[in-house]
């Protein structure tokens, strides 16, 4: 036992965490996952040679002779400079310089020397213990086959997934709010999604969950430094850091910015739900607003732009795209709401794309055609701060007025009115929350939908990631739905009374974040609701750029998870019609059953399309040997579905892999509907009683119950709670 005990610690101590294939017996493999656990990988041919690397290595950094000095860029990073020595200095300093050099090489020579010696002797070491171990290994082996056992050794098959187990019981110790949200800073690691590719992730992940996967790739976004990052810092040059910040911080409601994009954590904190301070529509902006709107709310509209457009893209397919950069002319895009923002993601699309339909490389003579694109800037201030970032752009002061004739002349007019100009994609990120009627915000959906291309153009709207900004979402969704698309599986009634001034309804489909048509569920009652806990959102993690963290002032975290809610619809083209898309309770059921046996180039039907399948609206939630889904499925409910190890090896892998937002296809082993807190109805008379001081408080009052929630989840003593939701008050109000 003793000589056992000593060949594993002597394998440990040559190998590391790594171990050879074969390399130990089956008791000393034992006694080795006894004392040090399962080896992580298998030692490979270059983990040997580590040493000869590190030797190489060494003999590169020799300490340059050059004169160096370094000074800080743009981007706080340090640069050399080297420079030339003045032959004017006395003799004496120049002797003294250089004879302080020469002492400074001479020992940094022996150091080096010294090192050579210790690596030349470790080197032999590893080579003799290396070779010796062979010949055990040899014997062993060879042992084992005169014995008869052939046997294989399970613990060493199931190695792999004794590591994932590993890996994954610390995720199963993070804490999950009573708003079914994972701490702030554990909802997504880019480095590990890079690590699970590089440890095979893609080869052991089925096509169907690699496919129903969203968000950005990698996880954590960086905004480009070329396009967006040194452009933007060219125009805050002439700007003191102290004035800009003071004038963010007073404008968008103080030190964590809560009335810009972002939105910080409610914990302990008194913070007001609110819009943006700033809109890019707004008449009036003084010089150092118009500072701190592109410093402070560009970066995290094009986070949120980027994520959505990043799922249209995957849900919609890459011919609708490419269709676009063959288009005369190229795509019409119209940013509503970002100054910008918008227009510099979506050609960050275009020109990816164009990269991969040109496998060969992409030459300067023959660029991504970028098409036109039309930015709303309501104060010619934001204008000129803007037209510096864009090229090929118009600039609009405000959009043109709704008529609902234009569209539709068949109403009982000619349509003698000048056709107006309509575009491929609409983007209109906060645009909804500053107006303040809810005539005026159904209005402004309404012109944005008379603004696609009716032959397949895309409207995306979003709003923040909070209670009344996910309300203010789901209500353009259902006017869309009650107005204007139509669903192919139900009779549709033609508009009688003030909704005939609308028109029939025509070709459309949501693509993005629903995989169904019905009424939301988490919108039961149209309006605002007090004291709401669920409401459909998602994040984004971004790099803050070096300006906007000047004036957040931190200095340990230089990335930023931003909440969002957002709806992507298309006009004129339904794929439940052209690609069989079904939704509903037979695409639930057979979500439910899984298609993890179905494969994309089988001759069956049984690959499903990812618009019929259910999307994680939370945080998956990870036990020990099993993992629990909170979903929204394709027949319009919120469900909770537990994927059990015994269920499906490969299932439950995924499930422990998936992320907040992706769409499920592996099914589950059990499924009941979860409880949605969906608050109280607040009724329009006491609001107007109230007044909007009231309404100020109902929100702060919202997110300070966000805040004790967040609170309690961290510390592990929240309980389970349920809001009555009311239904006496059913207007279309929101």
Known sequence: MAQVEEVVHQARQTFGETLPTDFLSDEEYKLYERLYGPPVDTTRPEDIELLQSKHEEQAENVHSEKNLLFKEDLEGNLEGVEYLQDESLPEKFRNDAEAAKSE????????????????????????????????????????SVESGGD??????????????????????????????????FDIEDPEDEIDDFERGDSVRTHPLTAAARSGTAPATLQIPKNAVVLPVAAILRDASNKHLTEVAQKTFGGVVLPNSTATPSTAGRHLQQAPIALEASQKYMGDMEGNAYIAAIMPGA???????????RKRIGSEWLRSLLKKEGGPRILDAGAAGAGVQAWREILQAEWKSMHPDGVSDTDPAPLGKATVVTGSNVL?????????????????????????????GTPNVVQPRKQYDIVLAPHTLWGL????????????????????GGVLIIIEKG??????????????????????????????????????PKEKGMIIAPCTNHTRCPMYTTPGQSKGRKDLCHFSQRF??????????????????????????????????????????????AAALTGYEGSSEASSDSLWPHVLSLP????????????????????????????????????????????????????????????????????????????????????????????????????????????????????????
């Open 466 to 503: 909070v209670p009344r900004g996910f309300e203010l979402v789901a209500g353009a969704r259902e006017l869309l739905l009650s107005r204007h698309i139509a669903s192919p599986d139900l009779s549709e009634e033609p508009h009688t009374g003030q909704d005939s001034q609308y028109g």
């Open 104 to 143: 400074e090489v001479v020992g940094i020579q022996k150091e080096l020397n010294f090192q050579r010696r210790r690596l030349k002797e470790q080197e032999t070491d590893f080579k003799a213990r290396l070779a010796l171990f062979r010949d055990i290994a040899a014997a062993n082996k060879a042992l």
């Open 383 to 411: 204008r000129h701060k803007a037209s510096r970032l864009l090229e090929n752009t118009t600039f609009l002061p405000r959009l043109p007025d709704y008529n609902p004739e234009r569209d539709h002349p068949t109403l």
């Open 615 to 734: 999307r994680a609206v939370l945080p998956p939630i990870k036990r020990r040997g099993h993992v629990i889904l909170d979903l929204c499925t394709p027949a319009g409910r919120i469900e909770r579905w537990t994927v059990p190890k015994s269920f499906s090896r490969q299932a439950y892998r995924d499930a422990r892999k998936s992320k907040w937002g992706d769409l499920w296809a592996l099914g589950a082993k059990t499924a009941i509907p979860r409880n949605i807190r969906l608050g109280m109805k607040i009724k329009k008379e006491k609001m107007k009683a109230a007044g909007e001081l009231d309404s100020e408080r109902n929100d702060s009052d919202d997110l300070r119950e966000f805040g004790k929630f967040e609170k309690r989840a961290k510390k592990g003593k929240f309980q389970k709670q349920r809001q009555k939701v009311t239904h006496g008050d059913s207007g279309d109000g929101w």
């Open 151 to 184: 046997e294989p050794d399970s613990a060493r098959i199931n190695d792999a997934e004794e590591v994932d187990m590993r890996e994954t019981e610390a995720e199963n110790e993070e804490s999950i709010d009573e708003y079914g949200m994972q701490d702030d």
């Open 436 to 455: 303040k009627e809810d005539y005026v915000r159904k209005t402004q959906v309404q012109n944005f939908w008379s603004l696609l291309n009716p032959a």
């Open 302 to 312: 094009y986070s949120v732009i980027m994520n959505t457009l990043v799922e249209v």
């Open 543 to 588: 790099i803050r750029p070096p300006y906007l963290q000047r004036i957040l002032g931190q200095k340990g975290q230089n990335h930023e998870d931003i909440k969002f809610s957002y709806i992507a619809v298309q006009r004129g083209v339904d794929q439940r019609q052209t690609h069989g898309i079904t939704q509903g309770s037979q695409a639930t």
